[in-house]
């Protein structure tokens, strides 16, 4: 006999019980639980991922609690959306820009070079900044 479940639950088919939705999951329909993907958490009883706000990310999934999204760096401004998955998505300060070499890394603009926030090598040599942008 199947038994009714109620959403952030499911009911393995063959067990009859049902079971809340385990921390790092989440449960969209009434059968299956699914990991919690990167960029957000799911604590228990979750029906939906909740995205890690802004100025956070989380790459591994399995996220149980808002504590397990990581701040970005002193160096970077924030991201640019929620549900960030890298260090690589919180975007450089104004007056940095982003190395051409390695991403996850901000170089300061030296005398001379407009750069806004998370300006790229290529905006500056093309004079395509970012519209927030101010002299060094």
């Known amino acids: 006999e199947r038994i ?15 079971k809340a939705c385990d921390p790092g999951y989440y449960c969209s329909d009434t059968i299956t639980r ?3 993907p990167s960029g957000a958490y799911c604590p228990s009883g979750s029906i939906a991922p909740t995205a890690c706000p802004m ?6 999934e399995g996220g149980t ?3 397990g999204c990581v701040l ?3 160096d970077r401004s924030g991201t640019a959306s929620t549900g960030s998955t890298s260090p690589s998505d ?3 300060n104004v007056n940095n820009y982003v190395s051409p070499i390695d991403p996850s ?6 005398r001379g070079m407009i750069c806004g926030v ?3 090598v290529d905006a500056i040599m093309t004079g395509t900044h970012s519209p927030t942008s101010a002299p060094c």
Do not use: D, K, M, W
Not at 4 to 18: D, H, K, R, T
């Open 105 to 110: 890394v901000c170089v300061p603009c030296t």
């Open 4 to 18: 009714s479940c109620e959403l952030g639950s499911y009911c393995p088919e063959s067990s009859g019980v049902e």
């Open 90 to 92: 919180c975007l450089c």
């Open 118 to 120: 998370n300006t790229t």
């Open 65 to 67: 609690e808002l504590a």
């Open 55 to 60: 100025g956070t990310y989380r790459s591994a």
């Open 72 to 74: 970005c760096p002193e």
């Open 34 to 36: 699914t990991s919690c």
